[in-house]
């Protein structure tokens, strides 16, 4: 958050400026909350996506060592057929490895993902407090009420 100073005995032109630029910086970063939200949502879409696919190479791998055990039972007749069985079980074994990793992955990702917006939102919250404190601030000096300098505990400047 910006850092803009108000003076205590500034024109209205001047007052306006500013208070459009607290203003516009907020709107700014609503939008870069919004967007950090949607793409936190896109990726736990992704990694939602992920786990599906994971438990569905896992129940193909299961059905696969059942063909396996078959063949093998009736190896005499189906040589072939559990030559097959072998293979598909290694590549069944090695899709379930990718999308066990990409399932990590992408949840290592969401994990990091939420933890990003939790501070940005906490930013947020921080810095709208100190805008409504700087419009208020604003508002005083309108109405020639008030203290110009209401920053968490800072020193009044020396007047000119």
Do not use: C, W, Y
């Not at 907020?26 to 879409?45: N, P, R, Y």
């Not at 090695?94 to 501070?119: F, H, I, N």
């Amino acid at each position: 958050m910006s850092n803009f100073q108000i003076p205590p005995h500034a024109d209205e032109s001047a007052l306006k400026k500013l208070e459009k630029k607290i203003i516009d910086e907020g709107k700014a970063e609503d939008a870069h909350v919004s967007h950090t939200l949607k793409d936190l949502s896109k990726v736990e879409k992704a990694s939602g996506k992920a786990d599906k696919t994971f438990d569905k190479s896992e129940h193909a791998l299961e059905k696969t060592h059942k063909k396996e055990l078959k063949a093998s039972n009736t190896l005499n007749k189906a040589t072939h057929k559990h030559d097959l069985a072998v293979a598909a079980i290694g590549n069944a074994e090695k899709d379930l490895a990718v999308k066990k990793q990409e399932s990590a992955r992408l949840q290592a990702e969401v994990e990091q993902r939420k933890a990003s917006v939790d501070g940005i939102i906490e930013a947020q919250r921080h810095h709208n407090s100190l805008r409504e404190s700087k419009l208020a601030e604003i508002h005083n000096v309108r109405a020639g009420t008030g203290d110009s300098n209401t920053d968490a505990g800072a020193p009044a400047p020396a007047p000119a």
